[in-house]
DNA sequence: TCTTGACTTGGAGTTAACTCCAAGTTGTAG
DNA sequence: CTACAACTTGGAGTTAACTCCAAGTCAAGA
């Protein structure tokens, strides 16, 4: 698979993805004997967990701590399962806050529609801002 | 309320609280006669609200736009309430792409943690990356 | 009143994560 | 064999969101 079809297949540039193969947050990919990148499966595989990850704001830098560990062998599991734990405890806390402030939005939505059909628009006695 | 205090309250920097402040991201807050910030509630309920829209990922710009919107008073509320519905909407598809990747962490991890009792490593055909 | 520490401003600097560029190479269609 | 688009690299530039700095002002305690 060629860094183009790639791009297409992921909605992502293909600058994005030679710099993630340049920083290391995925591991190198296959290439032709001409030396142009040739996605195999699992270098596929390794894109679509780093787009993954990243859509759920894990920093660059730690999926690049997770491939080098990865490429140490199996005497880094224990830290790798440690850095993923890390990582689920990071994303759980990131939605816990994404849940509140949807809730938020839903109470000031649901005031300010009521404010459209009546026009008039309420408010408590805590809450003067918009 | 001093900007000190607020800092403390709610965990950020005073640099933050004055660049929220200066680029809008806030209204004006109340000063003491020698100008020095005395946060009311209602500059508190501001403060609240942009780290509470901060820390769910909406882009500074769209709170400047909201608190501008707030300022030109009521003739603005449908274009407030049409900005509130695509915050939540954006809110919604990231924590939906949080969900996958705790789907995602959480089968590896799973993984791992029986590679560690066991001291082998399982995969199946299609996830040969770790 | 003096000192000391917290506050003020405008503007410059930093960081993470891309994004773009120039100059050169590869590969396919005619 | 020749175009010519798509690929390659190292390095520079951009963007969002802070973060820091210098020089000056304010205010509470001795």
Redesign the interface.
Known sequence: MTIKEVCEKYDITADTLRYYERVGVIPEVTRTPGGIRDYQ??DI??VE?AI??R????PVEMLIE??KL?QEG?ST??A??NL??E??ES??E??K??????E???Y??GR??I??KTGV?TWTE?????
């Open positions: 499966e699992t595989a390794w967990n993954c990850f859509d759920a704001g894990m997770y491939v990865f199996d599991i224990d790798r399962t993923l734990k990582a689920r994303i759980l990131a939605r806050k994404y849940d509140i402030a949807l938020k939005l839903d000031k939505i300010y529609e404010a459209q628009l805590d809450e003067k801002d918009g």
